[in-house]
């Protein structure tokens, strides 16, 4: 949807032209440059609501969240093992997806896109996909000569870091087989273009964050799934068997439903390390 000016609207206060990041804005002559990379600011910015993507702009609501109230909401934001046997309504997920339009992107191209799945069967599928090539990745990796390579390289704490992992999750799928995907109701897959320049695999990953934001205020829970998108992760034999082409390539993976557990803590953490210069 390209940027507009109302000329009826425009009151040329000038104030799109002071937040423009690119200089794109002639006020004069009411239009928007080619060199415009779509931020949205100026949209944002105008008191008279002339800027707009030909639909009328919203009013943002005044309100009080408060600091301490916003953080309290995202503590309450954690990562979901553990779901209800409740499928989530596709209103619902439509309604979650929609809201992520308000998400920033690392480089306004916007092209990331979500294979959603809610179909049980397939939901197994990739929790035993995933499990399977897990257990051969790590179980390769401890074995000679991956081994000798592995401990020449990283060292030997971070082989038997490997070898732990490797029995965590070879013992997991006897005991808790469905470790992978925790019987959640719906998994979320970003994949945007491989060839494309921009930051496609930072966006997947603000938008997911998002998600898991939106989707605490609907009661829902996510989890961000390393597992699959390791998995999935240029294996184009696999994504074709989803429906994704083999032109693009997997980001930021979520697990998403209802929770089974409830947190009534905060959970203390150290403030990473930083320094002021």
């Known amino acids: 949807m390209n940027i507009t000016i109302d000329k009826k609207r425009c009151t040329s206060c000038g104030l799109c032209l002071q937040d423009c990041p690119s200089a794109c804005i002639d006020i004069k002559n009411y239009a928007i440059q080619d060199s415009c990379i779509d931020c949205g600011h100026c949209i944002a910015i105008c008191p008279s609501q002339a800027v707009s993507r030909n639909i009328e702009p919203q009013l943002l609501i005044k309100h009080e969240l408060g600091t301490s109230n916003f953080l309290n909401f995202m503590s309450g934001i954690r990562s979901i093992r553990n779901y209800k046997d409740k499928e989530v309504d596709r209103e619902l997920i439509d309604k979650l997806i929609s809201e992520i339009k308000i998400a920033p992107s690392a480089s306004n191209q916007r092209a990331v896109e979500y294979l959603i799945i809610t179909d049980k069967n397939k939901i197994k599928q990739i929790n035993d996909i995933c499990a399977k090539s897990l257990n051969e990745k790590f179980s390769k990796l401890t074995k000679f000569p991956m081994s000798f390579i592995v401990k020449l ?104 439903g209802y929770p089974k557990t409830r947190y009534a803590n905060r959970v203390q953490r150290n403030s990473p390390k930083y320094k002021i210069i």
């Not at 005991?175 to 719906?186: G, L, R, T």
């Not at 605490?216 to 989803?242: A, D, H, M, P, Q």
Request: net charge positive; aromatic share 12%.
């Open 153 to 256: 390289f990283k060292g030997n704490k971070n082989f038997n870091k490997i070898q732990k992992y490797r029995n965590s999750i070879q013992q997991k799928i006897k005991d808790k087989p469905n470790f992978i995907c925790y019987n959640a109701p719906v998994i979320i897959i970003s994949h945007y273009p491989k060839k494309d320049i921009g930051m496609h695999q930072t966006d997947s990953i603000i938008w997911n964050t998002y998600i898991s934001i939106i989707a605490k205020s609907f009661g829902l829970g996510t989890c961000i799934n390393g597992f699959i998108e390791t998995v999935f992760k240029g294996n184009t034999k696999l994504l074709k068997n989803y429906g994704i082409s083999s032109d693009r390539e997997v980001g930021s993976v979520l697990l998403l």
